[in-house]
């Protein structure tokens, strides 16, 4: 597809756990798979335990609030009209400090998406089974590590 145009309230949109709201703006199979973008609202205390994608860069924008993002053992405090970006294999968490919007960019776009929908089905307060962790890793290239 040459172009998209995605009207305000019409995203696929995911519930998180942590109260995370995540719409996607673009898909990979919008973009051929060049990248993927979403709308993220992130509720103060939400969190990404650290991980790191095998394939794909994320980057990470701030409309509004505070993110604390650990990358590779360093501790970054964004804020409003700041952006992180992390490579392929660079280990990375992130916790909202406040209320948070964010729009978030993965490129290539794809594997993030099949992860985000899966994480979507997990209850309120369940953590990824060693076995997700597993399915993750292998179908997604996304590895969620101890710090």
Known sequence: ??????QNGTAETYNLAGGEITRFLLTGSDTENQVSVYDSILPKGNFA???Y?????EIFY????????????ETIIAKKGDIVMAGAFVKRSFKALTDAHL???????GPSEGFLRDIARLQPGETPSAELRQKFAEIYKIHIVEN
């Open 1 to 6: 597809m040459n172009y998209k145009f995605v």
């Open 62 to 73: 701030i409309i509004n609030g505070e993110v604390e993002f650990r990358i590779e053992g």
């Open 49 to 51: 335990p650290m991980h």
């Open 103 to 109: 729009i978030v960019i993965n490129t290539p776009g």
């Open 53 to 57: 994608h095998e394939i794909d860069s």
